[in-house]
């Protein structure tokens, strides 16, 4: 029998997950001799390496301390989305009255019902990367903290497994910010938030980043008075700030209390209210909450791993050290996903693992470095981007030209009610080549798979403007900067010709 790890609430949603992720009455196999791969961490960089690595015929271990799936099933994208998309729901009531629907006073978020649903969809998705669906792949799963012996070993539950290739895919968890009074007043993170089964009626969330922002939204949506705290002048501080401006716009629409530009110096607990001291540009406020939810960055999960026996070289806040090919100082041992990477998406631990499935065992040179990889964060409105940012392209020396189209310009999303957004390309000043987008719109995420699929094989405006888009989609707001690009190719002497052109034709 496996150890239990605590799943709130143990109803029969949370039971269908454990029994898939964690199966209580799972008895570790006996390791083989010598196994080509042992896969450290059931995330999605982990399950990636070793259904690929099995699906070639290798002979492949994989061990999780936890849960499979990792993060994105349990803790992460599946749930954030589920709740995100409860909260759509919530916010096309309150404004349905613009698209002439009356709906009825008083409607309400019944949270434990969409904690529920959440908590139903994930079971269902959990069947993907149950334990018993790797072991039909031909996997041997071990659930168990795993650590190094040495530069070729593993243990895991007292078992040793040797290995010619280790992954280690062990992921990331929420940074700890280091607040006098903040332990002690206690706060939820990823791993906790989605347990909830009440919603606070004042939340707290700290750090604007990514999981923050849609996690804010999201419980002000569902009617908690939500304050994000943010250290920086702007939300999500890595984006374009135009982007920014439009998603802060639609937050203080949800009534999200917006404090920018802040530290958190103190927490006090008065009773059950907890009380979050901030300095704000010299000026001491505060704020009241009933729960605090952290946000601040993702620390990667080095410890224990016994990495110096491996001679793994690591750091504390980065991660492990890896070159470009995701080899590790052990060149027996590779990393890959949240545990070695700036990017810290699903997609991004999944193409880094086929990566290593490549460099691994085909001796290849596949390299990390060529990757392009997209992200999005799913506010209302979503933000995606992919390459570079105007201000990255133009701190390397190289000559920007930006084409912007406003959704308000869009006619589908005028019909929508989605006008608050952007596209927004930058390419090599004198060239169509594109060095980077950014998207915001309801449906960003779909639209930037667009430009990144132009990104990769170097397709450049001119071929987006040849490209047919069907009408009315928010996807022509793409075909639209495209043709703005094209308009700049018409110089004046090639429009003096064309217009003796049309003359002499009349
Ligand atoms: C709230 C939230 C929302 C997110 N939303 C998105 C999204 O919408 N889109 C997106 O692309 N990304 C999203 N992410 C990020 C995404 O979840 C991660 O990038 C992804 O899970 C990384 O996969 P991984 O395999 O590298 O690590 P993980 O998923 O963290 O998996 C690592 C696994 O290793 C195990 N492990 C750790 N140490 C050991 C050990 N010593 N022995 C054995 N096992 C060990 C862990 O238990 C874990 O199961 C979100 C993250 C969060 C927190």
């Known amino acids: 029998m496996l150890e239990a790890l605590p799943v709130q609430p143990y109803d029969v949603h949370n039971q269908f997950l454990v029994s898939n992720a964690r199966p209580p009455d799972w008895a570790n196999p006996e390791p083989a001799g010598r196994y080509n791969l042992v896969v450290l961490g059931a995330g999605t960089a982990g399950l990636v ?14 061990v999780e301390r936890a849960f499979m799936g990792g993060d994105c099933l349990n803790v992460g994208c599946v749930p954030s989305k589920a709740l995100i998309r409860a909260s759509r729901a919530a916010a096309e009531v309150r404004d349905a009255q613009d698209f002439g629907v009356e709906a009825p006073a008083g409607a309400r978020v019944n949270f434990p019902a ?15 990367d149950s334990a018993a669906r790797f072991r039909g792949l031909g996997v041997d799963v071990f659930f168990g903290e795993a650590r190094f012996t040495g530069p070729d070993a593993v243990e895991v539950g007292g078992r040793v497994l040797r290995f010619r290739r280790a992954v280690i895919a062990t992921g990331a968890r929420a940074a700890r910010p280091d607040i006098p009074g903040l332990a002690d007043a206690g706060f939820l993170t990823n791993e906790t938030v989605f347990s909830l089964t009440e919603l606070p009626p004042r939340l707290a969330v700290i750090g604007a980043g990514s999981i923050g922002c849609e996690l804010a939204q999201a419980f002000a949506r569902f009617g908690a008075r939500v304050s994000l705290l943010g250290n920086r ?8 700030p135009d982007a920014a401006r439009i998603v802060e716009k639609e937050m203080r629409r949800d009534g999200v209390n917006l404090i920018l530009g802040c530290n958190v110096v103190r927490v006090a607990q008065e009773g059950a209210v907890k009380v979050l001291h901030l300095e704000c540009g010299g000026q001491p406020t505060e704020v009241r909450a ?13 410890q224990g791993l016994d990495l110096e026996a491996a001679g793994v070289a690591y750091d504390e806040k980065e991660g492990i050290k890896v070159n470009d090919r995701l080899q590790t100082t052990n060149p027996r041992i590779y990393a890959a996903g949240d545990i070695c990477s700036r990017f810290k998406f699903t997609h991004a631990a999944d193409a880094m693992a086929r990566v290593v499935i490549q460099n691994a065992l085909f001796f290849g040179r596949a390299k990390a470095s ?6 999005c964060t799913y506010t209302d409105p979503e933000v995606a981007h992919v390459g570079l940012y105007e201000a990255e392209a133009k701190a390397r020396g190289i000559d920007v030209r930006t084409f912007t189209e406003p959704m308000a310009h869009v006619d589908r999303a005028v019909l929508d009610g989605d ?3 952007f596209v927004k390309v930058h390419v090599r000043a004198g060239s169509d080549r594109i060095l980077g987008a950014t998207v915001v719109a309801r449906h960003a995420g779909e639209m930037i798979s667009e430009l990144t699929l132009a990104l990769v094989g170097g397709l450049g405006l001119g071929t987006l403007a040849r490209t047919i888009h069907p009408y009315p989609t928010q996807a022509e707001a793409i075909k639209r900067v495209a043709d703005a690009y094209n308009r700049t190719r018409l110089t004046p002497f090639v429009k003096g ?3 003796k052109w049309l003359a002499w034709m009349r």
């Open 49 to 62: 390496s070793a259904a690929g690595a099995a699906g070639l015929g290798a002979r492949v271990a994989l």
């Open 290 to 302: 009933d729960a605090i939810l952290i946000g601040v960055g993702r620390a990667p999960n080095v």
């Open 497 to 499: 010709l064309f217009q």
């Open 233 to 240: 002048p702007q939300i999500m501080p890595r984006e374009d």
């Open 370 to 375: 060529a990757l392009v990889i997209p992200w």
């Open 114 to 128: 969409v904690m529920e649903r959440m908590r139903r969809l994930r079971a269902a998705l959990s069947s993907n």
């Open 419 to 421: 006008t608050d957004g």
